[in-house]
């Protein structure tokens, strides 16, 4: 069955660094999302990146994909203490019905 | 309007009682889903409703019992919950329900709300 592995699974830097999260899946996929939660809050989608594209930007963020070896990666560059939030990679599932989310990596930007 | 509201945004309720959730979005969406997180957790879904029918019940018990009134409106209507239940309940809404061929992206968009905290006693 399909499931997005995260990794790390937490990451801490300063302020102005940058930071890369990673995301593998098993199974074939359309697309592949990423959202941002701050703590104890909903979800907020960052990008969508189709099977048919290897990068996407939007602002400071960066998302690459890789189908040949299942994986994708976001890059937030220049962080921000305000960019501190679990990050979760959002694939569908099997058939496609259904959103899995992978277990999410936790950044903490330090000001 | 692209918000998904929640109410209440926390809720303390003990074993006996009975509450219900609710949520709301104004997006002309047509697909709604409710998720439950645990803490340090992914979302884990529960149902999802496209077209205001019930269409994924991922095996939840019967202590939840969800309800779609109209295309706007998602509710959780809870009785009987056990303190294992206590979590973050998350509402979403897309375009479409997934799996349908037209537009997939724009329908595997989901919008959050900011949930209810939910603690059983």
């Known amino acids: 069955s399909q499931q997005g592995e995260e990794d790390p699974q937490a990451l801490s830097i300063q302020e102005g660094e940058n930071a890369t999260m990673n995301c593998s899946y098993k199974?074939?996929?359309?697309?592949l999302q990423w959202y941002r939660q701050n703590s104890g809050r909903g979800l907020v989608h960052l990008i969508l990146i189709r099977s048919n594209e290897r990068e996407k930007h939007s602002g400071r963020l960066r998302v690459t994909l890789d189908t040949s070896k299942k994986s994708s990666s976001l890059l937030i560059t220049a962080s921000r203490a305000a960019d501190t939030a679990s990050y979760f990679c959002a694939l569908p599932n099997t058939g496609g019905f259904k959103t899995i989310f992978g277990a999410g990596t936790r950044l903490f930007v330090k000001a | 309007d692209t918000e998904v509201t929640q109410t209440p945004k926390h809720l303390v309720m003990g074993m006996t009682n009975k509450k219900s959730l609710k949520c709301e979005q104004h997006m002309g969406h047509r697909a709604m889903y409710w998720y439950k997180q645990k803490a340090k957790k992914p979302p884990e879904l529960m149902f999802v409703?496209?077209?205001?029918?019930?269409?994924i019940n991922e095996s939840v018990p019967s202590r939840f019992s969800p309800e779609c009134p109209n295309s706007s409106l998602l509710n959780l209507h809870l009785h009987a919950l056990q303190p294992e239940d206590s979590a973050l309940y998350l509402c979403?809404?897309?375009?479409?329900?997934?799996?349908?061929?037209?537009?997939?992206?724009?329908?595997?968009?989901?919008?959050f709300g900011p949930g209810t905290r939910l603690l059983v006693l």
């Open positions: 199974t074939s996929i359309n697309n």
């Open positions: 409703y496209s077209y205001e029918k019930l269409s």
């Open positions: 979403a809404s897309s375009q479409g329900p997934l799996g349908l061929a037209v537009d997939r992206d724009a329908h595997g968009t989901q919008y």
